[in-house]
């Protein structure tokens, strides 16, 4: 066999660097309407929170005018956003609900 007919089957393998998907934080706002009892029922319906951790988030909404409810991939904020609003209007809630970009 000469060296013409041997073929070099090595291959360069490169890996593209994968970019973790940029998160985002999804923020209740507080209003003078909505009853404090909604927003816990919010908080542990759209996420997941225990009872008392969903009091002291909509403690931390009712003093400081915003809280976050939890840090999600784009997709999943977008998704929990619409979830809050369309839920607080079917129970005439002016409740609001906004995502922000994680820092």
């Known amino acids: 066999m000469s060296e013409d007919n041997i073929s070099n089957n090595t291959q360069t393998i490169t890996k593209d660097k994968v ?3 940029s998160m985002y934080e999804v923020i209740l ?3 003078d309407y909505t009853p ?5 029922d919010v908080l542990m319906r759209y996420f997941n929170k225990d009872i ?8 931390h909404v009712h003093r400081n005018g915003k809280g976050l409810c939890g840090i999600y991939p784009f997709d999943i904020a977008e998704t929990k956003v619409m979830q809050v609003m369309n839920y607080s209007i079917k129970n005439g809630h002016p ?7 994680n820092k």
């Not at 404090?36 to 816990?40: A, G, H, I, L």
């Open 19 to 21: 970019k973790r998907p």
């Open 29 to 31: 706002l507080n209003d």
């Open 36 to 40: 404090m009892e909604f927003v816990v």
């Open 52 to 59: 008392d951790q969903a009091n002291q988030i909509m403690m």
């Open 95 to 101: 409740l609001q609900c906004k995502m922000e970009k």
